[in-house]
């Protein structure tokens, strides 16, 4: 990752910063995919609404594509399409103390490797958890930033704290 337009980044580890760096590369965005919709109280719904405002277009150079049904709760970059989901429910490793963790520009992160060779990174210590996946495709390709151009969004819409 290219972390020197960055002035705080704390990563998880070595292992985890090479999966980080590998997490997304370029693509056309013909294909935002589908992903379901979290459905938060009034609250969380807010908040991430205020997210959507404020997310880039692009992240690490993929466009903004957006995956169905379209919702304020839910946004892609890139085919596959990188997803967002904000206002899901609290993972249940969030409190395994062995589940790999750590934090990037300030953002606290659980990561969950999938079995489809996917990750899952849930943000932690905010008033909503937002998840981004990263398929498989992004996770083997170099120049991510993904989880670095979301962080400023993220702190900017949604408070520290504990969700409800």
């Not at 056309?28 to 997310?55: E, F, I, W």
């Not at 904000?86 to 750590?102: H, I, W, Y």
């Not at 899952?120 to 905010?126: D, E, K, N, Q, V």
């Amino acid at each position: 990752m290219n972390f020197s337009r960055h002035r705080h980044t704390t990563l998880f580890g070595p292992s985890v910063l090479a999966l980080l760096i590998a997490a997304t590369g370029c693509s056309s965005a013909d294909d935002g995919g589908s992903a379901a919709v979290p459905s938060p109280g009034a609250k969380v719904t807010g908040l991430c609404q205020n997210l959507d405002k404020v997310l880039p277009k692009k992240i690490d150079g993929l466009d903004r594509n957006d995956p169905e049904p379209r919702s304020a709760l839910t946004a892609g970059w890139g085919s596959p399409a990188i997803i967002l989901r904000c206002g899901v429910e609290r993972p249940a490793k969030m409190s395994d103390q062995n589940a790999l963790s750590g934090e990037v520009n300030g953002v606290g992160w659980l990561m969950e490797k999938q079995n489809d060779g996917s990750y899952r990174f849930t943000t932690s210590l905010r008033r909503a958890y937002v998840e981004v996946s990263v398929p498989k495709k992004w996770v083997q390709r170099d120049g991510s930033n993904a989880l670095v151009d979301l962080a400023a969004p993220i702190k900017k819409a949604i408070p520290e704290g504990i969700a409800d």
